[in-house]
């Protein structure tokens, strides 16, 4: 099983569409959580940090499920703007170590 | 202020040429990072930095690729004897403890 698992989609929704990706990660250990944003041919981006008690930022709410071991993006009222790929990315705890392991990525496509 | 800074930006040489790479981390990040994406894959961990010593080198493909880092501060990658299959996006990212990742723009290298 791979450590931290996406999705890859494409997601295509309208504009306007709420629309949701979930990432498992299999370390329980796991420590920090976020959500990147990576446009075409560029850097990711931070988009935010999963807290455990759930968090929310404009139209963007991150969830994380730790029995299950899931973190969740949800997106409302999505534009075109939002077209991009969405990377989970998770940390885990050990001794000290701390090495980001990023998902492969799940696309959205916002289309008129 | 001054985000993580790579240079070049674009590299294209010759296949059995040596190459280096360059990031130069967020000022006071202590922890530096180097990741590799190929087109359309996920990020690929090489190699991580504490200060200056890379206590996780695991990702590195072969031992034609090394790392250092001086002064706590900037690092060079180094790519002997490039192969076609080292073309790829390079990215480098900075952090502070287990907060989020800023990443470089990257150095797209091609190997002909």
């Known amino acids: 099983r791979k450590e931290v698992e996406q999705d890859p989609g494409p997601f295509n929704v309208p504009e306007g569409a709420t629309v949701a990706f979930n990432c498992t990660y299999s370390n329980s250990a796991s420590q920090s959580f976020f959500w990147y944003r990576q446009d075409c041919r560029k850097e990711p981006k931070l988009l935010m940090s999963v807290y455990s008690s759930g968090n929310e930022d404009g139209r963007f709410t991150a969830q994380l499920n730790r029995a299950s071991q899931y973190i969740s993006l949800l997106i409302r009222d999505s534009k075109l703007s939002d077209s991009a790929t969405y990377l989970c990315?998770?940390?885990?705890?050990?001794?000290?170590?701390?090495?980001?392991?990023f998902g492969r990525g799940t696309s959205l496509i916002v289309h008129p | 202020g001054a985000g993580v800074s790579q240079s070049p930006s674009n590299k294209v040489t010759e296949k059995g040429k040596d190459v280096e790479l360059r990031c130069d981390p967020i000022s006071g990040h202590t922890a530096l990072y180097w990741y590799r994406q190929s087109l359309g894959q996920g990020l690929e961990f090489l190699i991580y930095f504490q200060g200056n010593s890379a206590p996780d080198k695991s990702g590195l493909p072969s031992d034609r690729f090394s790392a250092e880092r001086t002064g706590g501060s900037v690092s060079t990658l180094t790519i002997q004897r490039t192969q076609q299959e080292d073309s790829a996006v390079y990215l480098c990212?900075?952090?502070?403890?287990?907060?989020?990742?800023?990443f470089g723009n990257g150095t797209r290298l091609t190997v002909t």
């Open positions: 990315v998770v940390i885990p705890a050990s001794g000290g170590s701390y090495i980001p392991t």
């Open positions: 990212a900075s952090s502070q403890g287990n907060s989020p990742l800023h």
